[in-house]
């Protein structure tokens, strides 16, 4: 399944609350958001009955808590709220090498494609050819 392409801008006196507020946050968060002006939603393609996400920050330790910047419409209509869901369950299991590789979206995305199975669409456009 390939990507969701929707970008939004973060908005950023609602994230560094967001963050101030997060147990395990960053220690400024005003240094976890100096480069990240805009979020691409992370989940694969779906419509607009189903919120876009972005992750912003992980908490320490890893993985105990995830703090996500969920949105939904466009423009002026466009409505935010962050969520600390627990993260997916599902791991993808290679059998032959052992190797396993956890879904790095939050438990109950929607659609359901794990983000294994998710392929990011502009990935081939910006990455480098072997004569780069």
């Known amino acids: ?11 950023v006196p ?3 609350v967001a963050l101030l507020d997060l147990e395990g946050g960053p220690d400024d968060p005003r240094d976890a958001m100096a480069d990240d002006c805009f979020l691409l939603c992370e989940l694969g393609e779906h419509d607009e009955s189903v919120e876009h996400a972005a992750h912003l920050w992980t908490a320490e330790p890893h993985g ?3 703090l996500w910047l ?7 209509h466009r409505v935010y709220r962050f969520a600390t869901p627990p ?10 090498t052992g190797a396993v590789e956890p879904c790095l979206f939050f438990d109950r995305h929607r659609p ?3 983000s294994f199975s998710v392929a990011d669409p502009l990935a081939d456009l910006i ?6």
Do not use: K, N, S
């Not at 993260?87 to 032959?96: E, G, K, S, T, Y």
């Not at 990455?127 to 780069?132: F, L, S």
């Open 1 to 11: 399944m390939l990507q969701c392409t929707a970008v939004t801008e973060i908005p």
């Open 14 to 16: 609602e994230a560094l």
């Open 64 to 66: 105990e808590q995830d």
């Open 70 to 76: 969920l949105w939904a419409g466009t423009g002026a």
């Open 87 to 96: 993260p997916c369950p599902a791991v993808l299991c290679d059998f032959r």
């Open 112 to 114: 359901r494609a794990h």
């Open 127 to 132: 990455a480098p050819t072997p004569d780069d």
